[in-house]
């Protein structure tokens, strides 16, 4: 598809309604999702706490992208892409290791923790490796949340490290851990997994168990008694109650935008678990439950449900046209002990259950959109976050293309 085709596609777009079908299945499109958001955006990586030594590493992949997430031996964090500066190999193939050199295993070509090239065995004698490394690309810690960013010269991270920073704090993620990780591979375009994800409308039917303990599955529960309730606790638990929204409003903006937001939760419901009890001790200086809970967001495809006693990451990535993944990190307390503060399925469960939910109704939602006759249609007043994500996503894709490498 030409470079005009999707340009008519965009401006024959509906308001509020969904997106054509070649935005879901053309691979040119998605080359161009791949060009203009993702090697421009802060991607969420990992959790300082998955590598706490010098020398830990671990891997970060995308699209046919890999980088290596690293603790130098000074103790700062590099993203360095997988790729050798020999003939190109793969130098790290497992997920995660530890190591005081990175050695590609097909020519024994061998970096240190910087990306720096220290050894090449059997070279020619006029060989000069000074100045030759791993690239480097960006990388920014959010309270222990790694950002990388393949752009050259990237949006500015500072006004997200500020513009959170009160939100954030009392949480202290900085000296959270992660409790558990796992990805849920999806059959299906990334839109169609953050689409899925900005809206509650399919709350009530399809997650009962998400359901029955927050509010943003019923329409209309940010105001009233409820939410008044929740906010006057707010502060005597030692949680912000201020909420910043600047999600999808910058086009192109790709990690410029944030949001935080908290809303009640019901039944006597004091964190997302089976039956509302807590499931890990309190996070940071987080004093008592609220019966609130947060939502966050930073960049496009960075999404963190935040309870008092532990937190849920999601993020979204595209693999393929019509296949992503959904991987989750649960966060707890740093000093917490499985097994004593926590039980892992328990801790996991509610999560867990929604997203195999979600996971074939975004599938079920592909096939759909597949069909030669499916015709985008009107969204709901529980779908505006959705909205608010397609126009920034076409404005987005109407936009320049600097170069990244």
């Known amino acids: 598809m030409q470079d005009k085709d999707i340009t008519q596609l965009i401006e024959r777009q509906r308001e509020r309604h969904s997106l054509t079908r070649e935005f879901y299945s053309d691979p040119d499109i998605y080359e161009r999702d791949i060009e203009r958001i993702f090697l421009r955006s802060w991607l969420y990586a990992g959790h300082q706490s998955e590598i706490p030594e010098p020398g830990d590493w671990m891997l970060f992949d995308f699209a046919g992208e890999s980088v290596i997430v690293a603790r130098s031996p000074e103790g700062g964090i590099n993203a360095l892409l997988n790729v050798c500066r020999h003939r190109g190999s793969r130098i790290c193939v497992e997920n995660t290791g530890c190591s005081k050199r990175l050695i590609c295993r097909y020519h024994g070509w061998t970096y240190d923790l910087d990306g720096r090239l220290v050894g090449a065995s059997r070279m020619h004698e006029d060989f000069d490796k000074t100045g030759i490394a791993l690239k480097r690309i960006h990388v920014e810690l959010l309270d222990g949340m790694i950002f990388v960013n393949f752009a050259d010269n990237p949006t500015p991270f500072n006004p997200v490290r500020e513009g959170l920073a009160e939100c954030l704090r009392a949480y202290d993620l900085g000296n959270a851990k992660v409790a558990h990780r796992q990805n849920y591979p999806i059959a299906a375009n990334w839109k169609l997994a953050v689409e899925n994800y900005t809206e509650c409308y399919h709350c009530g039917p399809a997650h009962p168990e998400y359901s029955r303990g927050h509010s943003l599955a019923h329409h209309g529960v940010r105001s009233g008694p409820l ?142 959109v597949n069909s030669r006759y499916y015709v985008p249609g009107q969204l709901s007043a529980m779908e505006n976050f959705t909205w608010k994500f397609i126009s920034w996503y076409l404005a987005t894709l109407r936009s320049p293309l600097r170069a990244v490498a």
């Open 227 to 368: 939410f008044d309730e929740m906010m006057a606790k707010a502060g005597a638990c030692g949680l912000s109650v201020e909420s910043v929204n600047r999600m999808y409003q910058d086009a192109p903006g790709f990690g410029a935008d944030y949001g935080y937001d908290r809303y009640p939760l019901i039944g006597d419901h004091l964190t997302g678990s089976e039956d509302g009890r807590p499931l890990a001790p309190l996070l940071g200086s987080i004093r008592d439950y609220d019966g609130g809970a947060t939502d966050l967001q930073v960049g496009p495809v960075l999404f963190g449900l935040m309870y008092c006693d532990y937190v849920v990451l999601y993020r979204f990535t595209p693999r393929t046209v019509d296949k992503a993944d959904c991987d989750i990190t649960w966060l707890v307390r740093g000093d917490a002990e499985e097994g004593r503060d926590y039980d892992r399925a328990k801790l996991t469960w509610l999560w867990d259950v929604t997203t195999q939910a979600d996971k074939d109704i975004i599938e079920r939602n592909q096939q759909g």
